[in-house]
């Protein structure tokens, strides 16, 4: 086999041809000791990744910032009511008692109590704390608790009112009615202000909602429950001779993981025949429905990632609304006009006629598909929640509706809002806030060294 024919000799450069010279290196980057800049740009895969990362980050660190802004807008003005002494002279002026807010919240449809809470958290709180007002919560793991709680104040307040404040010596009182024993005793004076409801999310409503009907309307003493009817079982004949042992803690009942749910005193159906008891108030504490999305499921990622990107939106919506309570601003719920759909409706219920049955009812579509089914006879949870509230409409009798309130700020306190300009040191990030530190501390080093010089020159 004959060997290969050898490579060509490399051409040999010409005596003509001049080499190019070296491209200057930029003299400020020279004297700062970095490297000189690439002489192209980044390969087409590279640009798309980092064009695409880039602009993601800059939109949460965008929205965050933003979101932070908002918050600290509404902070700023509530803020002078901390500052607002408490009514009173001397030394009761310290006792007295301040107003007091209560935060209804629950879990929402097929999640936990830690989203609420930490919705809460994130966008209500800030604003509260700033106004100095004191609040307690309501809070509920399972469908029907914020009801019972809700209904049974109501009972306690019409029993408290029937017997003129007179405790029941026979029965354990409770810590809140030793506090308020012992401010009477000291001639401490309730708050006699608006005091206002929070409530979040659209679920929550629904059972603040139906409590306030079952304890206005609803009688002050459980209506008797029916007993089970007796299935008669014929004793069997196989297995007479076997011994049967006996089970291990037969006697003892099984311990109940939660507290049994207070059972309704009433039904929506038993509103119209209800009569409202003559010492019920002409105007309720006014009321503040909060909104809290929450969507689940992988086919709704458009949604969620839509949401998480413009979350300062949600951010100035909730702290309008919560501004609203903690400057105490308030309307009557309006009735709504009639719509010809409203004729189309086969069920009645369903008619929208106030506007609280109207508060926060987009949420419902973004509730997940188990909550409209009825529930499985071996779930034990849907066997611990006495009555169904989420999957029913809103049913208002006209003596409740005509005596809540809502909490709306007024246009004067939006405008005033507006104006408020919020320092960028409130809303910026940990890196800018430590590089402004890094500046104001070498400036002022600076400062301090000139200052020793010109000293010394003098």
Not at 37 to 61: Q, V
Request: glycine letters at 4%.
């Amino acid at each position: 086999m004959a060997d290969p024919a050898p490579p060509p000799p490399p051409a040999q450069p010409s005596a003509s041809a001049v080499p190019k010279a070296p491209k200057p290196r930029n003299p400020a980057l020279r004297m700062l000791g970095l490297p000189a800049l690439p002489s192209k740009l980044p390969s087409r895969n590279w640009m798309i990744f980092w064009t695409i990362s880039t602009s993601i980050t800059a939109a949460i660190i965008y929205d965050r910032r933003e979101k932070d802004r908002a918050i600290a807008k509404w902070k700023h003005a509530v803020e002078h009511l901390a500052k607002e002494p408490v009514p009173g002279n001397g030394v009761m002026a310290s006792l007295a008692e301040p107003r007091k807010l209560t935060i209804f919240l629950s879990s929402p449809p097929g999640d936990g109590l830690r989203y609420s809470q930490d919705h809460y958290t994130e966008y209500v709180k800030p604003i509260l704390a700033a106004s100095g007002l004191d609040w307690e919560f309501v809070q509920g793991r399972r469908e029907g608790d914020v009801r019972a709680v809700v209904a049974e104040r109501v009972r306690k307040a019409r029993r408290a009112q029937e017997s003129n404040n007179e405790t029941d010596s026979t029965a354990q009182p409770t810590r809140d009615e030793l506090i308020q024993a012992h401010r009477r005793s000291r001639g401490i004076d309730e708050y006699q202000g608006v005091r206002g409801d929070v409530v979040i999310g659209r679920h929550t409503w629904k059972e603040y909602i139906r409590g306030l009907h079952e304890g206005w309307l609803g009688p002050l003493v459980a209506p008797p429950v029916p007993k089970p009817p007796v299935v008669e079982t014929t004793p069997s004949t196989e297995g007479e001779g076997e011994e049967k042992k006996p089970a291990e803690n037969a006697d003892e009942p099984p311990k109940p993981k939660r507290p049994p749910q207070i059972p309704p005193y009433n039904s929506t159906n038993d509103y119209p025949a209800e009569s409202l008891p003559l010492l019920a108030p002409a105007h309720f504490q006014p009321s503040a429905p909060i909104r809290e999305p929450h969507i689940l499921g992988f086919l709704n990622t458009p949604t969620r990632l839509y949401r998480f990107f413009n979350r300062r939106k949600l951010a100035e919506e909730i702290g309008r609304e919560v501004a609203a309570v903690c400057l105490a601003t308030y309307r009557d719920y309006r009735e709504l006009p009639h719509t010809p759909s409203d004729e189309t409706l086969s069920d009645p219920e369903n008619t929208h006629k106030y506007e609280q049955q109207k508060e926060l009812e987009w949420e419902e579509k973004d509730w997940i598909k188990k909550i409209w089914k009825d529930p499985k006879p071996e779930d034990e949870e849907a066997k611990e929640v006495t009555e169904r509230i989420w999957t029913k409409p809103v049913v208002m009798d006209p003596r409740i509706a005509s005596r809540m309130r809502k909490f709306e700020i007024s246009p004067e306190e939006v405008e005033r809002a507006n104006k408020i300009v919020v320092p960028e040191e409130e809303v910026e990030g940990w890196t800018k806030g430590k590089l402004r530190q890094l500046y104001r501390w070498s400036a002022a080093k600076l400062a301090k060294e000139e200052k020793k010089a010109w000293d010394i020159d003098e």
